[in-house]
């Protein structure tokens, strides 16, 4: 037995009201199971119940054992003194509080298949537990719960934006540039360009923005890729010796500190999405873009988001990946999906910073009515979710899957989760013990 699951019982209302009783006051009618609490003191604030004519009004503690009330030392605890039931899966002593009142207590009462149904989905190896089963309940709930999860990790990412912009002084600009440089790395080389970014701030490459060359040399030089020890064969390449010979002045003249080059990854991805192309098209975006903070507010629609950010590397990498390695011409552009990318996980939750921050809730719905304009992502998280049955419609969809695998799917909160919980609570076994153990 768990506590959690006696929990999910009493605040759904699920379990057998019929019998709740205490072995001295009798039966027990709940006319409010009370507040859940997730942090210190009672599992729920302000329960209220009726008994022999009379309505008590209290907190309610949850264990698996009533001898649980000793083990955790509420006995002496005051904090504990509120409680008026005591609800346990095995009632195998009597409990008092420390002001010594005798607790009501009762075993809570249940339809065992709830039980088995929830063990099902715990011990399920599957990457999500409900496959299979996900398109079950009503659809109603299913958009409801998606909706306040795409939100919640909106939310949860502009408080990670607002730290950042703490950091920075308020400065939008440096801060969009922070975040943009993040995933102008895929979820490969985050790190690297996160750390890039901080070594090279903005303000410095500004100085430059006439210059797409030497844009160019402060982020390759800055990242640590001209370092000839990376690329052997660009000793004579024409084009790598001049961003050397500029990075080498600028490096001086700012006092920079190159990173070590070693740790951009160039493995499991497409060449066009090679570290050093990448830089490139950054380069191009800072350049090309004075003021690109106050660009993206001027954006009404995705289209010209897109049109904004979509730029291309400069005219060496139209037949180059690596420096010194010449390959067929091509333009490398940075793609829809990329851009996209940058538009879900960056330009949004900004504009939704901002919005918040700057009391204009118009901007708040922009940022998610662009969010829903957008494709779902392609990624493995929306494709495990779609073979399970439930396919996005917008990346406002898929952001919410990926919160839901992420927070909820990974850890088996079933019980939390709100298909998870209305699948538990269908009252009947939903699939046979064979199948437990079966990828989907």
């Known amino acids: 037995m768990k506590e959690e699951f006696l929990h999910w019982l009493w605040k759904n209302r699920f379990f057998d009201a019929g019998r709740l009783c205490d072995r001295e006051a009798g039966p027990i009618e709940v006319i409010n199971p009370g507040e859940y609490n997730r942090d210190s003191g009672p599992d729920f604030f302000n329960t209220k119940l009726f008994m022999e004519g009379t309505i008590w009004a209290g907190n309610t503690e949850i264990h698996i054992n009533a001898s649980d009330w000793y083990k955790h030392c509420h006995h002496t605890d005051h904090a504990y003194d509120n409680v008026i039931l005591h609800l346990v899966h095995n009632n195998d002593t009597e409990a008092f509080t420390a002001s010594g009142r005798r607790l009501l207590a009762s075993k809570l009462g249940y339809d065992e298949a709830l039980w088995e149904n929830y063990i099902d989905f715990v011990n399920n190896p599957s990457l999500l537990s409900c496959s299979g089963l996900i398109d079950k309940p009503d659809t109603f709930l299913v958009r409801h719960w998606l909706y306040s999860l795409s939100i919640e990790r909106l939310e949860r990412k502009s408080n990670e934006i607002m ?190 910073v901002y919005g918040k921050l700057k009391q204009q809730p118009e901007r708040c719905d922009k940022a998610v009515d662009m969010l829903d304009s957008l494709p779902p992502e392609e990624n493995n998280v929306v494709k495990d979710f779609a073979e399970a049955g439930l396919s996005p419609d917008s990346a406002f969809t898929s952001q919410a899957l990926v919160e839901l695998r992420t927070l909820w799917c990974r850890y088996h909160r079933c019980l939390d989760c709100h298909i998870g919980s209305s699948l538990i609570s269908m009252g009947h076994k939903m699939r046979g013990s064979s199948s437990l153990f079966l990828e989907p």
């Open 163 to 352: 730290e950042m912009l703490k950091r920075t002084g308020n400065d939008w600009e440096e801060t969009l540039y922070r975040l943009i440089s993040r995933y102008f790395g895929f979820r490969v080389n985050t790190d690297p360009f996160e750390m890039l970014a901080s070594r090279l701030p903005l303000k410095i490459i500004r100085k430059h923005s006439d210059n797409l060359l030497q844009a160019e040399a402060l982020l390759f030089g800055t990242a640590g890729l001209l370092n000839e020890a990376l690329f052997r064969e660009a000793v004579t390449d024409e084009y790598y010796l001049l961003l050397s010979r500029e990075y080498k002045v600028l490096r001086t003249k700012y006092s920079l500190q190159p990173a070590d080059g070693w740790m951009w990854k160039f493995n499991r991805l497409r060449p066009a999405n090679f570290p050093p192309v990448r830089l490139s098209q950054l380069a191009a975006l800072l350049t090309h873009s004075d003021g690109l903070f106050s660009r993206v507010l001027e954006c009404e629609h995705t289209d010209s988001l897109r049109n904004l950010l979509g730029v291309r590397a400069s005219g060496y990498w139209n037949n180059h990946y690596l420096f010194g390695k010449e390959v067929p011409l091509t333009t490398r552009q940075a793609g829809r999906q990329s851009v996209d990318l940058l538009i879900i996980n960056a330009v949004v939750p900004l504009l939704f």
